[in-house]
T-cell receptor
Framework: KQEVTQIPAALSVPEGENLVLNCSFT??????LQWFRQDPGKGLTSLLLIQSSQREQTSGRLNASLDKSSGRSTLYIAASQPGDSATYLCALRVDNQGGKLIFGQGTELSVKP | EPEVTQTPSHQVTQMGQEVILRCVPI?????FYWYRQILGQKVEFLVS????????KSEIFDDQFSVERPDGSNFTLKIRSTKLEDSAMYFCVSRARMNTEAFFGQGTRLTVV
């Protein structure tokens, strides 16, 4: 059974710092991995999607990497801003039957001005 | 930018009552899902829907739950007899194709009292 773990559960950094969020999974047989952002009480906003054949994806200050063999993905945020404060979730698509996503518990990021 | 729209944003219902959560997925998307997030817990998959039928459902999605796409645009989740433990944020999700990004709605917060 696929398990997704995100470490740390919470992170507080000063504005301007570069940071890395981690996502690990137990079964490398995945189709893709998606990173989301969730603001308190809100829905999930898609940040980046990495297909299983890809190593990384970039969007603005965000860079996500995928290493299937080691069961890891990282989300790198450059030059963090207070507006980046949110919970970041990684989710794996593990089948072609229905395409469901399996989520980690998230990392709660706080960027202090 | 196209978005998944959910109504209502918040619903309070008495235990044992039926509720219908409504969603308008992104136009031209083919894959539809419901997820839920109990406060403080992971986002959990409930059901996937494609080509007017359920393609996969989780253990949570028992006989009390049903989904419909009645008119080619709306996508609904019905809970026949709500229980206290059904209290959660329910998210509707749509995807254009199996290997593309999943887009989440803003959620319906269901409170069962």
């Amino acid at each position: 059974k696929q398990e997704v773990t995100q470490i740390p559960a919470a992170l507080s950094v000063p504005e301007g710092e570069n940071l890395v969020l981690n996502c690990s999974f137990t079964d490398s047989a995945i189709y893709n991995l998606q990173w989301f952002r969730q603001d308190p009480g809100k829905g999930l906003t898609s940040l980046l999607l990495i297909q299983s054949s890809q190593r990384e994806q970039t969007s603005g200050r965000l860079n996500a990497s995928l290493d299937k063999s080691s069961g890891r993905s990282t989300l790198y945020i450059a030059a963090s801003q207070p507006g980046d404060s949110a919970t970041y979730l990684c989710a794996l698509r593990v089948d072609n039957q229905g395409g469901k996503l399996i989520f980690g518990q998230g990392t709660e990021l706080s960027v202090k001005p | 930018e196209p978005e998944v729209t959910q109504t209502p944003s918040h619903q309070v219902t008495q235990m044992g009552q039926e509720v219908i959560l409504r969603c308008v997925p992104i136009s031209n998307h083919l894959y539809f899902y419901w997820y839920r997030q109990i406060l403080g817990q992971k986002v959990e998959f409930l059901v996937s829907f494609y080509n007017n039928e359920i393609s996969e459902k989780s253990e949570i999605f028992d006989d009390q739950f049903s989904v419909e796409r009645p008119d080619g645009s709306n996508f609904t989740l019905k809970i026949r007899s709500t229980k206290l433990e059904d209290s959660a944020m329910y998210f509707c999700v749509s995807r254009a194709r199996m290997n593309t990004e999943a887009f989440f709605g803003q959620g319906t917060r269901l409170t069962v009292v």
